[in-house]
C-alpha cells in the first residue's frame, strides 16, 4: 500500500489549501481514510475523516466548519480543503487508511497505512 500525499505549503492566516493524497495498493472505495496533523513538540491528532462512500464524515472540533474532506473513488484519491486557515493549523499533514470499515475513526491506531506527510505553514 502506497499514500502519496500533496498540496501542502505556505500560506497567509485565512488562506486556503487543498490537500491531496493518492493512494494504491489497497481497494479505495471500501476503506476508510483519515487526515491527521502533527504539529512541533505536539502529539499526531485527528483532523477528519471518511468511511466508505455514504458511510459518513467525521471532523475534529478544531476544523469543523472550515475543512472538508472527500474522497474520489474512481481517481482513489482523498482530498482536504482547508479554508480560513490559522497559524494553528500549521502542522505536518498525514494521510491514513485502514482496509475496513472503522467505527473508531478519530484514533490513530485503527489505520495500519500512511502517508509521508506534507507540510502546512501558516502564516500570521
Known amino acids: 500500500v502506497q499514500l502519496q500525499a500533496s498540496g501542502g505549503g505556505l500560506v497567509q492566516a485565512g488562506g486556503s489549501l487543498r490537500l491531496s493524497c493518492t493512494a494504491s495498493?489497497?481497494?479505495?472505495?471500501?476503506?476508510?481514510m483519515g487526515w491527521f496533523r502533527q504539529a512541533p513538540g505536539k502529539e499526531r491528532e485527528f483532523v477528519a475523516g471518511s468511511r466508505m462512500s455514504g458511510s459518513g464524515t467525521f471532523y475534529a472540533d478544531s476544523v469543523k466548519g472550515r475543512f472538508t474532506i472527500s474522497r474520489d473513488n474512481p481517481k482513489r484519491t482523498l482530498y482536504l480543503q482547508m479554508n480560513s486557515l490559522e497559524p494553528e493549523d500549521t502542522a505536518v499533514y498525514y494521510c491514513?487508511?485502514?482496509?475496513?470499515?472503522?467505527?473508531?475513526?478519530?484514533?490513530?491506531?485503527?489505520?495500519?497505512?500512511w502517508g509521508q506527510g506534507t507540510q502546512v505553514t501558516v502564516s500570521s
Open positions: 495498493g489497497l481497494t479505495f472505495r471500501t476503506s476508510t
Open positions: 491514513a487508511a485502514c482496509r475496513t470499515l472503522l467505527l473508531t475513526v478519530a484514533s490513530h491506531r485503527g489505520y495500519s497505512h
